[in-house]
């Protein structure tokens, strides 16, 4: 009788993981098929932001505050693509990157402070948009540097959860805090360049439009939507109840150690 009773639980047993893996299976292909669905996203933006850069290339404003601008973007495309084997971002965090670099793509074709944003709102609505709010001067620049901290704070808070492995408050506070430092870091260096270049291209360089508190105006704008993006990521992951990009930073780092551990395996047979 005892061993009728303990083969009918492992029968029992059985049959329920054949369950669960089926549901396990099901679970597994969904985040592969959203992985997929994901970079195919991200190869279609990154083909349409390649061919609109190349249109806008041809004929900028302004030549040299085109080269200008442009120079920090390829040090950032450089960049992440000679740590692509180190480290990735998500596909989330990619297309928040390639929508940032688009809207720098705009201004670096007009030069920020001649975007004509208020001749195609008049196309559209009859009026300008900058008569809605009273606003004497192009706004283009303040969008920018707010995009700059709502778009980019949460890939900068993916790269801490991933190599510097924090957790609470501070995976909130760092991206927040990078993000005004390396705002401040940018002021610095258009200062720099328009002390360089003077004359036109340095003032289109610097796109401060006569405003004496251009550069903390604009450093504001990037701290405000740094401060957005970490309070809607904060709402979004307690409703949840996980965090999304805690999860992608620890399954990179499974994928990183196993082909480190295939890599040893196979030297050691050669």
């Known amino acids: 009788m005892q061993e009728m009773s303990s083969t009918g639980p492992e029968r029992a047993a059985g049959a329920a993981p054949t369950n669960a893996s089926l549901q396990g299976a099901r679970g597994a292909r969904a985040p592969q098929a959203g992985t997929r669905a994901g970079q195919k996203a991200v190869q279609a933006a990154t083909a349409i932001y390649l061919v609109l850069w190349a249109i806008l290339a041809v004929h900028p404003a302004d030549r040299i505050t085109w080269l200008l601008e442009n120079a920090l973007v390829l040090m950032l495309v450089a960049a992440l693509w000679l740590m692509?084997?180190?480290?990735?971002?998500?596909?989330?965090?990619?297309?928040?990157?390639?929508?940032?670099?688009?809207?720098?793509?705009?201004?670096?074709?007009?030069?920020?402070?001649?975007?004509?944003?208020?001749?195609?709102?008049?196309?559209?609505?009859?009026?300008?948009?900058?008569?809605?709010?009273?606003?004497?001067?192009?706004?283009?620049?303040?969008?920018?540097?707010?995009?700059?901290?709502?778009?980019?704070?949460?890939?900068?808070?993916?790269?801490?959860?991933?190599?510097?492995?924090?957790?609470?408050?501070?995976?909130?506070?760092?991206?927040?805090?990078?993000?005004?430092?390396?705002?401040?870091?940018?002021?610095?260096?258009?200062?720099?360049?328009?002390?360089?270049?003077g004359s036109d291209v340095g003032m289109h360089y610097l796109g401060s439009q006569g405003d004496i508190w251009d550069a903390q105006k604009d450093m504001a704008m990037a701290a405000l939507g740094a401060l957005i993006c970490m309070l809607i990521t904060a709402l979004l992951n307690r409703g949840m109840r996980r965090d999304l990009a805690w999860e992608w930073s620890q399954g990179m780092k499974i994928r990183t150690t196993d082909a480190t551990l295939k890599a040893v395996e196979t030297r050691k047979r050669l």
């Open 84 to 197: 692509r084997r180190q480290f990735r971002f998500s596909n989330a965090s990619l297309l928040l990157i390639i929508l940032f670099l688009a809207l720098h793509m705009v201004g670096s074709h007009y030069t920020y402070s001649e975007v004509p944003y208020d001749r195609w709102w008049q196309s559209l609505t009859g009026h300008t948009f900058n008569s809605i709010f009273g606003w004497q001067r192009n706004h283009y620049d303040r969008l920018v540097h707010f995009s700059y901290g709502l778009l980019l704070a949460y890939p900068i808070r993916e790269f801490f959860l991933r190599i510097v492995e924090v957790r609470g408050f501070w995976a909130y506070f760092l991206p927040l805090d990078v993000t005004l430092s390396t705002s401040a870091l940018y002021e610095l260096i258009e200062w720099g360049a328009a002390m360089t270049f």
